[in-house]
């Protein structure tokens, strides 16, 4: 679909068409503090001992147009990531230790692109469509599950001066200071 095919959602959001009918065939809304659409599809049977779920799942989707990307945040439990499909996905990583990392999530296997990743607990994420993609669906599974207790967002400012060599990618996708850094009270 052509992205002078556009549709108007009720809260006047401008999406092209193959966007606009993912977030209506799953069913997604955006993501509180990040934006990033998604849905979740899975909350285990089974309880941590703190009463959380013992598992989660949820597909997301990052798009050009509306803004759609995940800003920086850590959690406290690691996160396995899964591409659907679209175009490649950048996740940034930035590593207690000072070091950083990308990983490109992708369907071009011979240019090294992965299929799944690994993002272990603690380590700053953040991620958006490559390049000039469109659009991509991904999935995020965590065991112990996803709370919105786990979640700590990165502020630019304090992420900036402990990455200076990612100083781009946090100006671009830290959390602006005014912005708040946890979910809210309650979201699973």
């Known amino acids: 679909m052509s992205d002078e095919n556009r549709v108007n ?3 006047g959001t401008d ?3 193959d966007v606009a009918w993912i977030i209506a065939h799953f069913g997604m809304s955006r993501l509180p503090v990040e934006g990033t659409w998604f849905v979740n599809t899975y909350r285990s049977a089974a309880l941590t001992p703190d009463g959380h779920y013992a598992g989660t799942a949820m597909i997301g989707l990052y798009c050009r147009q509306p ?3 995940s800003i920086f ?3 406290a439990h690691d996160e396995v990531w899964h591409f659907y499909g679209g175009d490649p996905l950048r996740l940034v990583l930035l590593h207690p230790d000072g070091s950083s990392a990308d990983i490109i999530l992708g369907s071009d296997l011979a240019a090294g ?3 799944q990743a690994v993002v272990p607990a603690g380590v700053w994420q953040a991620g958006e469509t490559l390049g000039p993609g469109r659009w991509s ?3 995020c599974t965590l065991a112990p599950g996803f709370t919105g207790e786990i979640f700590e967002a990165g502020y630019a400012e304090e992420l900036r001066g402990r990455y200076p060599d ?3 990618d946090i100006d671009r996708l830290g959390v602006p200071p005014d912005s708040p850094g946890s979910m809210p009270d ?3």
Do not use: I, K
């Open 9 to 11: 959602p009720a809260d």
């Open 15 to 17: 999406l092209s068409e």
């Open 67 to 69: 803004t759609s990307h």
């Open 73 to 75: 945040h850590r959690l």
């Open 113 to 115: 692109h992965r299929v």
């Open 137 to 139: 669906l991904f999935g």
């Open 166 to 168: 990612r100083a781009a």
């Open 186 to 188: 309650g979201f699973v």
